[in-house]
């Protein structure tokens, strides 16, 4: 949109514009009193949608980024246990988070059907990479994460792998073969998982 | 005279050589002016040179060393943190402040002066509660560090300038830029920013009326979220004083934005 012109560059406590029902406030500034401010020094970005126009303050990275309800998060799962999963948040969309939050998997919200009879241990694994959905937190420092739709789920899960000489072992990745099991390419052994439907990149752009 | 094992002590009866100090033409034994202006060559209204640098530590989210005169600050704002052994949630985060003066910092070298530390961090905490939007992180609370490197008058001002820069180095959202100055009544004068020498006046006699006052004030939004007071003064002297510290806020404000410039335009290219 301002390709053309000079950035305009912003200080907290800035007066941006006028706010009327047309102009929301995104991120980085605050309404107050009928006008909009800054509340981040950086460069203002507007976008237009519809009629309305968004206007917010973009710095460059070290953003404090917490998860707001309906965030798709990238996990690691820590701890399986029967009733939940333990887990520690790593990125919040695209965005890598400086320290990792915590997060909890319960048994209730691991698929949308049949969430009676389901079974952790045959879901998840300890080391286990997944996506999930933030829903409402129930406890203080904790979010609640969901799995409960087929674009979430294991995204990468290792096998022990082949042994090396020293007795150690060099994970393999494990390829999927349904969507609830799991292949090791090395050892052919099948493990349960809740596989996500990861869908390529050019075909979620075709469907926006 | 007090007793100091280290040293060879007068007779026990001897007394402090200030008490006899004539008080006329000095205000208790030190020069408050020489030739119409201040000590250091300032007017009464002037503030000294000051200067500061943005993200000095590189390990912290945000960071700036400031210097008033000699006064040196340095002040650190860490990453979110869970706000510990909390039980009910709460919708604001909180800011947690450290303050500490350097053992080599001040006159006397005293490794720990925990009441006024914890007071001058309340202070800090408070001024820059009304600054930072807290309802961006409720449950959790940022850290913030400062230090004091060597103490010539107006800390607190100072390092209340630090560590509002330090937030905005951190790209934490604020309502705006916070800035802040002290001013000495002494002798029915007001001196703006003193040194510590025109600080410690004030401590010595009750006989003349003396103060400090330190105000911060957020200029675009005209707030003043904190003020410091200490001493005896005339009522109207301190309004007056609050109208010149209020002013000389404002002109900082622009020579801050003028310096935080470079930093987006650095960060840009």
Known sequence: MDNKTDPIVCFPGDRLCTSNENTIPGNGTYERLGYIYSSLAGIVETKTEDKNTIISVVTSGNKTNLPIVGDVVTARVEIVNQRFAKCSVICIGDMLLNRPLRGILRKEDVRATDIDRVEMYKNYRPNDIILAKIIPQIEIHTYSLSTAENELGVVIASARGLATSSNTYIPVPMVPISWSEMQCPNTLVKEPRKVAKIMSENALAKQQ | ?269
């Open chain 2, 1 to 269: 005279m007090p007793f100091d094992q280290k040293r060879i002590n007068g007779p026990e009866s001897s007394l402090l050589y200030t008490q006899f100090i004539d008080n006329d033409n000095k205000f208790q034994g030190k020069n408050l002016y020489s030739k119409g202006k201040r000590v250091d060559g300032r007017e009464r209204q002037e503030h000294r040179k000051h200067a500061f640098l943005l993200n000095t530590i590189s390990k912290a989210k945000g960071s700036c060393y400031i210097e008033n005169g000699n006064t040196k600050i340095i002040c650190a704002v860490f990453e979110l943190r869970e706000i510990p052994r909390i039980s009910k949630y709460s919708e604001k985060g909180q800011i947690y402040c450290d303050f500490k003066y350097a053992a080599f910092s001040r006159r006397m070298r005293k490794s720990n002066d925990e009441n006024e530390e914890k007071l001058m961090s309340t202070n800090i905490r408070t001024a820059l509660e009304s600054t930072v939007c807290l309802h961006e992180f409720p449950n959790y609370q940022i850290d913030l560090y400062v230090m004091v490197l060597e103490d010539d008058g107006a800390v607190l001002a100072t390092a209340i300038n630090g560590s509002g820069l330090a937030f905005i180095d951190a790209s934490i959202q604020c309502y705006g830029i916070i800035t802040s100055t002290s001013a000495s009544i002494i002798n029915g004068e007001i001196f703006i920013d003193p040194t510590s020498e025109e600080e410690r006046l004030k401590n010595d006699t009750n006989k003349s009326k003396s103060a400090n006052l330190t105000l911060s004030s957020i200029s675009s939004m005209d707030q003043i979220p904190q003020v410091f007071f200490h001493g005896l003064a005339d009522l109207s002297l301190i309004k007056s004083a609050k109208e010149k510290i209020l002013d000389t806020n404002k002109t900082h404000v622009l020579y801050f934005k003028k310096l935080l410039s470079n930093k987006i335009a650095n960060v840009r290219a």
